[in-house]
């Protein structure tokens, strides 16, 4: 740890914050009440940018344009393969500002700059063209049914939807949300998470560009309880897809019930075993286990924060785990060396370090880490504990940060009940080269992604989403796509069919 402090700036251009207002109709608006609130540099705890705080008036605004787009506009109504052209260069326009993207989402949400420059923005134009590859296949099914009836099923956009998203990777919330539903021929009011809105706001500025119509993607900046509340109630919202923390998730779901009953999407917190067999390669899977705990400061709801190690190389394992963790760089990200960098805010880094505390009290061993960097911005040192037992808050809580919980076990019936001892049920990493317990293991997991001997190998095709609290619905994959359509029936007596 410890971070190099070199000539960072010829790395990198520290971008111009050109959008900072809400972006209702296709044009950038000062917030009703006009008020305004800071987004901060987790790096250096200053101030980027003020950003037009919205409330439930804006959001009022926000939908009622975004029902008459969708009412009496001609997003819904445009050929699938139009919607398509308009997303290919909506994407196009994406790739054509990666740099500056993936600089704002690492001043904004402190995202590793290199991995946002070679991968992840770029990725996010991929998911967009992935989904405009499916808007003009949408069909419904024709039915020969029991009786003289002539019965067929069209398949319509679901209507104007609300996207809630959170701060930990800004770009992939955005796209995930916003792709599926912008090519099944929705309307939507997006709301950033108050911690990073820069980029939703520029992509709203490249849509628009691109030709996505006015009135089609809104984004609403501000906080949850104002803006994201008044999603969720809104009576005019057919759909509310959220992601974020489960207590969040119990809120929306809860807004959606006692208002007009929308739709609800949620994807939510996760807990996921990473779990090591006897005959792993412990020198190819002690890193990938670091990195499944750590990658994003520990702030991604898949992260592998529970791994079980057999028992048999259990030792060897943490000696190896060790070596890496000494290699793991914590500093500014967008240093190219770095691996980690700050916490999102004071908020989350001060969560995080009571949750190290609860560790130790409860008599978890800290083998490594434990600490706040002494530096100036919400970094924390990686941080192993071993002796973890399934009821310690470290093993229950999703921490969303860089605190791993190491544990040993005997048997695979053993590692099958523990593991799934645990009310998420988001993701999970099985490595061993043994395919009957691969097959086993992951057939007995209450995990929405399995990985076996890879982790975070998502895909667009590849759909996500959780069991039990994580949430249901899922992002990614057409089963995405899927969501934001409703099917309507609709039969006809039909005579003299001749058959
Ligand atoms: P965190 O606690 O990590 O910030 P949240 O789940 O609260 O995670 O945040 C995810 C998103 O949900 C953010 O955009 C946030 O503003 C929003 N949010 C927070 N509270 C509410 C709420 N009561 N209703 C709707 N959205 C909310």
Redesign the pocket.
Known sequence: TGGSNGNLESCFKIPEIKFTKLFINGEFVNSISGKTFESIDSRTEEVIANISEGDKEDVDLAVQVARQAFDNGPWPRLPGSERRNIMLKFADLIDENLEEIAALDTLDAANLYSFGKAVQIHSGAELIRYYAGAADKVHGETLKMSRDLHGYTLVEPIGVVGH????NFPTQMFVMKVGPALAAGCTMVV?????TPLSALYFAYLAKQAGVPDGVINVVT????T???A??SHMDIDMVS????T???H??ME?AATSNLKVVSLE?GGKSPFIVFNDADVDTIAPLALTACLFNQGQICVAGSRLFVQEEIYDKFLNKLLEEVAKWVVGDPFDPNVHQGPQ?DK??YDKVLSYIEHGKREGATLLTGGKPLDRKGYYIEPTIFTDVTDDMTIAEDEI?GPVMSVMKFKSIEEVIKRANKTKYGLAAGIMTNDMNIANTVSRSLKAGTIWINCYFAFDNDLAVGGYKSSGFGKDMGMDAFHKYFQIKSIATPIYNSPW
């Open positions: 809630i998203i959170p701060w709301k950033p998470a108050e911690q501000g906080f949850g309880p803006v994201g509340a999603i969720s959220f992601t974020g923390s207590v969040t998730g809120k929306v807004a939510l999102i908020k989350q969303f």
